[in-house]
């Protein structure tokens, strides 16, 4: 009975520490081309291919974007690997939930660099970022 309690405590443990999503918060209106975002990645994982609002339904993986203050005008942030861009996450005029362009897949390994980038001009208005990504192994 106690090696059922050890193999189940064991396979929480190792799902807990693959760290399915990767979250972070920017208080305030990020300045221009600001880096609101560095993520150093520990192991293998992928950021998958995502369009419109961030749902790739065939991995069943999700990316959100949002804020608590609406941009005035469209605002895109640039998602970037070790410094090149990988895609783009857009807010819309008026939007709260931004919008996401990423071409292909983007493959990390150990020692890589996520990287937020501030667009090169700052809103007027958007402000107090949440971002969610559901990464895949």
Same mark, same amino acid.
């Given at each position: 009975?106690?090696? %059922?309690?050890? @193999? ?6 190792? +799902?807990?520490?693959?760290? /399915? ?10 300045? @221009? =081309? ?9 192991? &293998? ?21 949002? =804020?608590?203050?609406?941009?005035? &005008? ?5 998602? +970037? ?12 005029? $008026? ?7 990423? &071409? $292909?897949? $983007? ?9 937020? #980038? &501030?667009?090169?001009?700052? /809103? #007027? ?6 971002? =969610?990504?559901? %990464? %895949?192994?």
């Amino acid at each position: 009975m106690l090696a %059922r309690y050890l @193999v189940a405590a064991v396979d929480y443990l190792t +799902k807990l520490n693959s760290a /399915d999503y990767i979250e972070f918060g920017f208080s305030g209106k990020p300045a @221009v =081309s600001q880096n609101i975002f560095n993520y150093v990645c520990l192991d &293998a994982w992928c950021f998958p291919a995502l369009t419109g609002a961030g749902l790739d339904t065939s991995n069943n993986q999700a990316c959100l974007f949002k =804020s608590l203050v609406a941009a005035t &005008a469209s605002t895109t942030f640039t998602l +970037k690997k070790n410094g090149a861009s990988i895609g783009t996450a857009n807010f819309a005029a $008026a939007a709260t939930t931004a919008t996401f362009t990423v &071409a $292909a897949d $983007a493959n990390f390994v150990s020692g890589d660099i996520l990287t937020v #980038t &501030a667009p090169g001009s700052q /809103d #007027t208005t958007l402000a107090d970022l949440s971002f =969610s990504l559901g %990464r %895949r192994s």
